[in-house]
């Protein structure tokens, strides 16, 4: 092809050696990190270190792309003059401004690092505003630690040099026409390149790599800051964190009103295992048993066992989820932890240590695991999975079935749900929970299953019917293993997905989930309808008492089986402002204000009461609403969460 002739070669030769220097010092870092760490951050051998070195490459692509994305494009442009010596010293130094300064951030983790016990994020800009002396603070830190700063300047010295070891000869275009060609198919395959490079990988099926999943990688949490670099923790946080401490009450005040711990004292001889379904966009308005009372005309159930196993068990027709996204499902169920304007999963706050259902089980012995059927890491469960402590992840890689992947997200609830039923209890008793990925857009079925079930209005009613059915043969296995007769099921959704009955188009029901407790066994009584309000935060407390766990757990959820009345404040985030409901009323707060108040059956948020309704319940509940967000700030930030 002609166009081919005007093709740059030494440019993008060029091009890809000064980018293949800048992999080559971020693992310098990395490992100068470890280094001034080490005591710290364990490493078992050279071998593991390489492994994290390893999977930090694909972070450290995030990085240096984000950095010199201007320079490759300025690199890459057909301007005739590229290989002139002016346009390539301006290059030089676009080149070094912008990698100097981002580098620099991996050498003040060196020292940072020891106190923070996270990488460098944006929330260094909120610390920053808040203090006078950063200039002060920085001096005398480059005084107690002088061989950080002549590392840098030694390694900047040598980068230096190794860049003006390849040059760019001076030369003008043979023909134009091929060299603007040429040039256009480069950039164009480039910036595809760069994109994925950016992500972290081109699959459909993930969402672009962040803090969280450094963890994947890794036996011990620490180490996830080891496969991070600082320029990447910095980037992806920014524009994300809107955690900021702030004071309205006294702590006297949150421990009588918020009460975030909480303690049960039941007596428990023989611990039932537990199994926790976190059922993929498992919205309330698909399921009849918990819309009976709903009066929704020509109502139409999708899920005959779900249906089914709710009568034999105690369900709660009035609950709603903490988030708004699978991996907010994922915190709030196990940890306790909602999400609010910002995800907690995705701020700079997330790699911390959190007690949870899995690290009070694994006090007691427990087994625990976590099974999700889509390509390991996929959502970032196996990150925040190790953030939490499960001792086994099982995904795709551990089912090795490929012949039954959906070809988008996972491999089919059905199957993969047979391999979990038989795959746990060989040590009891074990904790585990399956989050199921089948009930997803772009709401597919297997083949075979084609004309099996009605569709409805909603491309939704397809499939979710299929993992209902999915469920019921998890069931008919379930039932013939030993472990089966003493164990708690949950189930509950991620979040809610379709909408087609306009009861739940309304504001606050766009988090209703269904959640059913179900046992075999009649000792732990968990049968019958319960119409209080209840939230995918309080499943952890709820099975912290059933287990017998009876030291004081950190909880914004309260147990739903226990006869102490903590109090109940139900909290999520429609992405711009929290919610709250407290009593009979349901607040709007938008960080520093109450913006809405408004009666608890005004679930459609028609009618705001703020200036109508003066009544002492309703000035607590500000108060209150207020005392909460303080004592999650605080905890989330200052890293509390234990």
């Known amino acids: 092809m002609k166009f081919l002739k005007g093709f740059r070669k030494q440019e993008v030769l060029a091009l890809l050696y000064r980018i293949f220097l800048a992999y080559v010092f971020y693992q310098i870092a990395r ?40 320079f490759i494009l300025l690199s890459l442009l057909p301007l005739v003059i590229n290989t002139k010596k002016g346009f390539q010293k301006v290059l030089f130094w676009i080149y070094f401004i912008t990698n100097g300064l981002t580098y620099a951030m991996n050498f003040g983790d060196f020292i940072y690092y020891k106190f923070s016990q996270a990488r460098l994020t944006s929330a260094v800009f909120q610390v920053a505003e808040h203090e006078s002396n950063i200039s002060q603070t920085l001096t005398i830190s480059i005084g107690e630690h002088p061989f950080v700063l002549i590392w840098f300047i030694v390694l900047m010295g040598l980068w230096v040099f190794l860049y003006k070891r390849v040059k760019v000869e001076e030369a003008k275009p043979a023909k134009l026409l091929p060299y603007f060609l040429s040039s256009i198919v480069t950039l164009c395959i480039t910036a595809v390149l760069v994109v994925g490079g950016i992500r972290g990988d081109f699959k459909h099926s993930t969402r672009p790599i962040n803090m969280v999943d450094a963890t994947r990688f890794v036996t011990n949490p620490l180490q996830g800051n080891m496969v991070l670099n600082s320029t990447f923790s910095f980037f992806r946080t920014l524009n994300t964190n809107s955690f900021k401490e702030v004071h309205f009450v006294d702590e006297k005040y949150i421990e009588e009103n918020v009460q975030p711990y909480k303690e049960y004292d039941r007596k428990v001889e023989n611990r039932p295992n537990i199994v926790i379904f976190i059922v993929e966009s498992f919205g309330r308005e698909y399921s009849g048993a918990f819309n009976k009372d ?3 005309k020509d109502y139409v159930s999708y899920t005959p ?42 701020s700079p706050y997330s790699n911390q240590k959190i007690q949870s259902i899995v690290s009070v089980c694994n006090d007691l012995g427990y087994d625990t695991s976590f099974y999700h059927g889509a390509p390991n890491g996929s959502m970032g469960f196996l990150g925040f999975g190790n953030i939490l402590g499960f001792q086994h992840y099982f995904g795709k890689t551990e089912y090795n079935h490929d012949e039954d992947f959906d070809g988008m997200w996972a491999i089919w ?7 979990f039923a038989k795959n746990v209890g060989k040590k009891q008793p074990f904790m585990t929970t399956m989050f199921t990925a089948s009930s997803h857009h772009p709401f597919k079925i297997p083949e075979k299953y084609k004309g099996k079930f009605k569709k409805g209005p909603l491309e939704m009613h397809e499939p979710i019917q299929y993992t209902d059915y999915a469920i019921k043969e998890y069931f008919e296995t379930a039932k013939k293993q030993p472990w089966f007769k003493n164990t708690i099921f949950v189930f509950t959704g991620d979040h809610t997905n379709q909408i087609y009955y306009p009861e739940y188009e309304k504001g606050m029901n766009r988090f209703a989930v269904p959640l059913i407790f179900y046992s075999p066994n009649p000792e732990y009584n968990l049968k019958g309808v319960n119409p209080e309000i209840a939230q995918q935060i309080d499943i952890y407390p709820t099975l912290a008492d059933l287990i017998g766990y009876n030291k004081p757990i950190r909880s914004w959820g ?20 929290e919610q709250f409901i407290i009593g009979n009323y349901m607040y709007r707060f938008d960080g520093k204000e109450i913006v809405g108040v408004y009666d608890q059956s005004d679930i459609g948020f028609e009618k705001n009461l703020i200036d109508k309704v003066k009544t002492p319940e309703v000035e607590k509940g500000k108060q209150v609403a207020k005392a909460w967000y303080q004592d999650y700030m605080d905890r989330v930030i200052n890293r509390k969460l234990y």
């Open 558 to 577: 309260r147990s739903l089986v226990s006869d102490k009345q903590y109090p109940q404040i139900m909290v999520n985030s429609d992405g711009n402002t």
């Open 294 to 296: 709903k009066n929704i």
């Open 413 to 419: 609830d059905e199957p993969f749900l047979q391999y």
């Open 305 to 346: 066992f779900i249906d089914s196993l709710a009568s034999q068990s105690l369900i709660f027709p009035n609950t709603f989820a903490n988030g708004r996204q699978s991996i907010h499902g994922m915190s709030s169920v196990l940890a306790g932890i909602p999400s609010l304007t910002d995800a907690f999963t995705g």
């Open 31 to 70: 490992l100068l990190f470890w280094y001034f760490n080490k005591d710290l951050i364990k490493v078992d051998s050279v071998s593991d270190y390489l492994k994290l070195a390893y999977h930090g490459t694909a972070f450290d692509t995030t990085a240096i792309l984000y950095v010199n994305a201007l």
